[in-house]
Antibody, heavy 121, light 108 residues
């Protein structure tokens, strides 16, 4: 079955960077877009961007374009999110999510368990 | 950028019907997707493309989309349906995915 397993919780200081991994299994990794979504404590879902694991093409929400990097390693079926210049506003649970259908890039049918990133001095 | 609106909370008695609305300018021209999120858990896709259900989602969950409002309907509500529900669309002009603020469904 499709599984997305994310790396563990992180605590970072303001100004630092964080890299979260998303290890996938149970399907052909290059064939499905992967999105990243975050959720601040007690808040709603915020879309950050996607990566096409086949082509490495990425696309971001405007507010993240200069601070977020999406990469992947097809040899281990793993995607990565890196956020730089962290502030306390970046404290959130970060989710990776795979699109549900091969022919859709937008709705997210499989989610990782989430990674809590806490930014605190 | 495109904005989605949702009521903060809806209360419904067990066995009754819950209707969760998602408002947006001419939202009927977009494909709307719905997610259920229980406390401490990742979201789960319950409806996509306005009215389609992923495998494993009960028929009690249905969707519609017309004019400026999309609706997720849950019939024969159960205690286990208590959760936050988020709508989502892809806004083509800005090329961004947008989530609604979420609606908490309280089962009385």
């Amino acid at each position: 079955q499709v599984q997305l397993v994310q790396s563990g919780a992180e605590v970072k200081k303001p100004g630092a960077s964080v890299k979260v991994s998303c290890k996938t299994s149970g399907y052909s990794f290059p064939d499905y877009y992967l999105h990243w979504v975050r959720q601040a404590p007690g808040q709603g879902l915020e879309w950050m961007g996607w990566i096409n694991p086949n082509t490495r093409v990425t696309h971001f929400a405007q507010k993240f374009q200069n601070r977020v990097t999406l990469t992947r390693d097809t040899s281990i079926d793993t995607a990565y999110l890196e956020v730089s210049r962290l502030t306390s506003d970046d404290t959130a649970v970060y989710y990776c999510a795979r699109v549900y259908n091969y022919d859709s890039a937008t709705y997210l049918g499989y989610w990782g368990q989430g990674t809590l990133v806490t930014v605190s001095s | 950028s495109y904005v989605l609106t949702q009521a903060p909370a809806v209360s419904v008695a067990p066995g009754q019907t819950a209707r969760i609305s998602c408002g947006g300018d001419d939202i009927a021209t977009k494909n709307v997707h719905w997610y259920q999120q229980k406390p401490g858990q990742a979201p789960v896709l319950v409806v996509y493309d306005d009215r389609a259900r992923p495998s494993g989602i009960p028929e009690r969950f249905s969707g519609s989309n017309s004019g400026n409002t999309a609706t997720l309907t849950i019939t024969r509500v159960e205690a286990g349906d208590e959760a936050d529900y988020f709508c989502q669309v892809w806004d083509t002009p800005s090329d961004q995915s947008v989530f609604g603020p979420g609606t908490t469904v309280n089962v009385l």
